[in-house]
């Protein structure tokens, strides 16, 4: 079974992403698929987006803009919940991937409910990486997330995800994270409900400004171990 771009939608999180959005929407301008940005920061990226969308009427693009911070997963889920469409993902908003490589993504739905991009397996394309100590960083965090999740995907960071929408939205729910963990309950809760998601290799370039510090990693190692086993203090 193929899948149809017309069928897909791409959720874009977009916090503060005025300043380099523009180069993404310029390669979706030719998509055929719904786009939805959410918009929850407090620069002009949803003026970015909305001019960009009145000057290409054939684009289905939809600007959704939140007065308070949602999260890459709160952001992630507003914007999955309003698709309509049979299949639904989702994209970073920085460039760090391309609209072709989420279509080949989505073009893989027919044989799984989800489908998520990784640059950690043979086949993927990564010209540009990230800095030697981001890598370690990126590793221990899988390795924790293997053990303790018991996932089996080599990059659950990777951001660049294509669902079923039926299945996705049926687990949203269940899904707490609000922030960059939200990746990794989302493929546990598909997991633990019985959804097949499979990972393909990806074509990625890390972008600088990245919104991932030491800092955010903590937060995230202590959300899922919350997530896991119960309330921390």
Same mark, same amino acid.
């Given at each position: 079974?193929?899948?149809?771009?017309?069928?897909?939608?791409?959720v874009?999180?977009? *916090?503060?992403e005025a300043?380099?959005?523009? #180069?993404?929407?310029? #390669?979706?301008?030719? *998509?055929?698929?719904?786009?939805?940005?959410?918009?929850?920061?407090?620069?002009?990226?949803?003026?970015?987006v909305?001019?960009?969308?009145?000057?290409?009427?054939s684009?289905?693009?939809?600007?959704?803009?939140y007065?308070?911070?949602?999260?890459?997963?709160?952001?992630?889920?507003?914007?999955?919940?309003?698709?309509?469409?049979? *299949?639904?993902?989702?994209?970073?908003?920085?460039?760090?991937?391309?609209?072709?490589?989420?279509?080949?993504?989505?073009?893989?739905?027919?044989?799984?409910?989800?489908i998520?991009?990784?640059?950690?397996?043979e086949?993927?394309?990564?010209?540009?990486?990230?800095?030697?100590?981001?890598?370690?960083q990126?590793?221990?965090?899988?390795?924790?997330?293997r053990?303790?999740?018991?996932?089996? +995907? *080599?990059?659950?960071?990777?951001?660049?995800?294509?669902?079923?929408?039926?299945?996705?939205?049926?687990?949203?729910s269940?899904?707490?994270?609000?922030?960059?963990?939200?990746?990794?309950?989302?493929?546990?809760?598909?997991?633990?409900? #019985?959804?097949?998601?499979?990972?393909?290799?990806?074509?990625?370039?890390?972008q600088?400004?990245?919104?991932?510090?030491?800092?955010t990693? +903590?937060?995230?190692?202590?959300?899922?171990?919350?997530?896991?086993?119960?309330?921390?203090?």
């Amino acid at each position: 079974m193929k899948v149809s771009e017309e069928d897909c939608t791409i959720v874009i999180p977009a *916090y503060n992403e005025a300043g380099r959005i523009g #180069g993404l929407l310029d #390669g979706l301008a030719e *998509y055929h698929g719904q786009i939805i940005v959410v918009c929850d920061g407090d620069d002009n990226t949803a003026g970015v987006v909305r001019s960009f969308a009145e000057s290409h009427p054939s684009c289905r693009m939809e600007c959704r803009e939140y007065n308070e911070r949602l999260g890459k997963g709160g952001g992630v889920t507003a914007g999955l919940m309003h698709a309509k469409t049979l *299949y639904a993902g989702f994209m970073d908003a920085d460039g760090s991937t391309t609209i072709h490589e989420m279509k080949r993504l989505f073009s893989h739905l027919s044989d799984a409910d989800g489908i998520i991009g990784s640059r950690w397996i043979e086949g993927a394309c990564v010209p540009v990486r990230q800095s030697k100590g981001r890598q370690v960083q990126s590793r221990l965090f899988n390795l924790f997330v293997r053990l303790v999740f018991s996932l089996p +995907f *080599y990059d659950t960071q990777c951001g660049a995800k294509v669902f079923r929408t039926k299945a996705v939205q049926a687990v949203l729910s269940s899904v707490q994270s609000q922030g960059f963990e939200f990746d990794v309950e989302l493929l546990w809760q598909m997991k633990r409900q #019985g959804f097949v998601i499979q990972e393909v290799p990806i074509r990625w370039e890390d972008q600088p400004d990245s919104r991932v510090g030491s800092t955010t990693g +903590f937060a995230m190692l202590k959300g899922l171990l919350k997530i896991r086993f119960g309330r921390l203090p």
